[in-house]
């Protein structure tokens, strides 16, 4: 009976030895790279954005490429297309260029 008390006191102090080392980890994460991180990714998705206008600007009607190399890439893209059209069909104003975040 001693042991399974002792069994369940050492889970519960290596659990929350965990959980304290992982919440220490994504401080240091959001303290050193967080930033850079979300910056890549907005970059990444810009250009993912004009790569499928691109290739699929007709929908757009923008024809930048023959038909043939945008059907070939099609089934590739189809799940994205819905939201591909609403960010470029989108309003934007002056601020949305500025991309610095006010604190």
């Known amino acids: 009976m001693l042991t ?8 519960t102090l290596s659990h929350r030895l965990r959980c304290l080392i992982r ?3 994504a401080m240091i994460y959001g303290a050193t790279v967080y ?3 979300r910056d890549l990714r907005k970059e990444r998705a810009q250009r993912e954005r004009l ?6 600007g007709d929908l757009l009607g923008v024809p930048i ?3 043939y190399y945008a ?3 099609l089934p590739y893209v189809v799940p994205d297309i819905t939201g591909w059209r609403r960010s470029m069909l989108r309003e934007r104003d ?3 260029l500025c991309d610095q975040e006010i604190t």
């Open 71 to 73: 059907l070939r890439l």
């Open 65 to 67: 490429l023959p038909p």
């Open 35 to 37: 930033e850079m991180v």
């Open 23 to 25: 919440a220490f980890g």
């Open 94 to 96: 002056l601020t949305d």
């Open 4 to 11: 399974v008390k002792y069994l369940d006191s050492f889970r």
């Open 51 to 56: 790569f499928v206008l691109a290739i699929f």
